[in-house]
């Protein structure tokens, strides 16, 4: 088993910056793939960004494409996700995620574990 808390979420003006982070506790040995995922009121939830185990390979949604980062440290166990020239359509609900099978995937059903997921609200 493994454990996902996101930190990092929060309020934030149209063009600003924010951080979230995703620490991971538990079965940490396993090599997994990470990945973000957001949803908003409303909406189904959608993929944002996703990282391989050791960190060399990333795929990004086309809509975040370009100013959004995602890093993982995994000395620390963490994942992190950076925001940058926010929108207010990036306003949703982002999740973590852990996947054991997988070397990277946009797939929701890749995808074994979850975090609680962290607010993002961006205003216009």
């Known amino acids: 088993q493994v454990q996902l808390v996101e930190s990092g979420g929060g309020l934030v003006q149209a063009g600003g910056s924010l951080r979230l982070s995703c620490a991971a506790s538990g079965r940490t040995d396993s090599t997994y793939a990470m990945g973000w995922f957001r949803q908003a009121p409303g909406k189904e939830r959608e993929f944002v960004a996703a990282i391989n185990w050791s960190g060399g390979s990333t795929y990004y949604a086309d809509s975040v494409k370009g100013r959004f980062t995602i890093s993982r440290d995994n000395a620390k166990n963490t994942v992190s996700l950076r925001m940058n020239s926010l929108k207010p359509e990036d306003t949703a609900v982002y999740c973590c995620?852990?996947?054991?099978?997988?070397?990277?995937?946009?797939?929701?059903?890749?995808?074994?574990?979850w975090g609680q997921g962290t607010q993002v609200t961006v205003s216009s």
């Open positions: 995620a852990a996947a054991r099978y997988s070397s990277l995937t946009y797939s929701s059903t890749q995808y074994d574990y």
